[in-house]
């Protein structure tokens, strides 16, 4: 398969699941600023979605504080924002016209009617219509074209790609969601008051994992939160399912190549790790670490699979 395809094909798993990430996040900072919290924790719960000083230089730039309308028109519609919700869903149908010979008709009328009908919305718009319905209706139709890719796609290396992408992009997304939430893992940030159990119902159903947490845990605590979202392999969106998800598919892909064994070695220490040690060093520490390993991993999938962008 052509690189540039096999390009085209990774990029498009990544921007989809990178739109349903923002939209979740979104969805559960917004669900969480509506308990009652000081007035500085307000901002900090929005400026915390930004994890990098260009992401707050950028938003800086065009907003004067952090709060929900600016952050979601930021997140969601900015065109300048290569990461919005509206930037993503373009590049994701870009990708799709320059892989078209080897997706199906069914992807591509997908693709092509969800943007049509998301590519004009505005702020104002989504504010009178209700952001969670927006939101909702933005995770909806990821799941539906992730369903059309899944359910009408040939298995073979386009698939994997496609998956490949998807599965890195998850990785990036659940760290990112902890990274915005790390403060509250802290002894010193808990309540006894109830909002605990609140705040952490929100953060399980922002990453859509509520159900299987009450299914699988005794205690809603933030100690057994973080084991379900690091190390439960039974979790899609936890970082060890991911990075096994990415070996795998790496093995399949090429055996030798040097992005695989770098998966290997993550997942290997990933499954041998303590969360004592991890909460004793700092778990801000710890993710900012894991984030930059995958994207070290994503540079050099493209530098073995010769995908240039």
């Known amino acids: ?74 997140m969601a519609f900015d065109r300048a924002n290569s990461s919005s919700i509206r930037s993503c869903l373009f590049a994701a149908r870009e990708n799709v016209r320059g892989a078209r010979h080897v997706l199906t008709t069914e992807i591509s009328q997908c693709i092509n009617e969800t943007w049509m009908n998301t590519k004009d919305c505005t702020l104002d718009q989504v504010v009178e219509q209700g952001t969670q319905e927006y939101l909702d209706s933005v995770k909806e139709c990821t799941h539906l074209l992730r369903g059309v890719i899944y359910g009408t796609m040939r298995r ?72 379900l979202m690091i190390l439960n392999t039974q979790i899609p969106r936890s970082l060890l399912a991911c990075v096994e998800d990415t070996a795998e598919i790496l093995r399949t892909l090429k055996r030798e190549a040097a992005c695989a064994d770098m998966s290997e070695q993550l997942a290997a220490e990933l499954r041998t790790l303590s969360l004592d040690s991890v909460f004793r060093d700092g778990l801000a520490g710890f993710l900012h670490d894991f984030r930059k390993r995958i994207h070290v991993i994503s540079d050099q999938i493209r530098q073995d699979f010769i995908m240039v962008r």
């Open 1 to 74: 398969m052509l690189s540039r395809t096999a390009d085209n094909l990774y990029w498009l798993g990544r921007y989809v699941e990178r739109v349903e990430n923002t939209a979740r996040l979104l969805a559960g900072t917004q669900r969480l600023s509506l308990m009652p919290i000081p007035k500085e924790e307000q901002g900090d719960l929005w400026r915390n979605l930004f994890q990098s000083d260009s992401e707050r230089a950028a938003f800086e730039v065009l907003h004067d504080k952090y709060d929900e309308l600016p952050v979601i028109d930021f």
């Open 156 to 227: 073979g290396e386009p698939f994997m790609f496609w998956d490949l992408g998807t599965t890195l992009e998850r990785a990036e997304n659940t760290t990112r969601l902890l990274l915005a939430r790390s403060a509250s893992f802290h002894r010193a940030s808990r309540r006894d008051d109830g909002f605990d159990f609140y705040r952490w119902g929100t953060f399980l159903r922002s990453a859509n994992t509520y159900s299987a947490f009450r299914q699988l845990y005794r205690e809603l605590d933030p100690v057994s939160v973080a084991d």
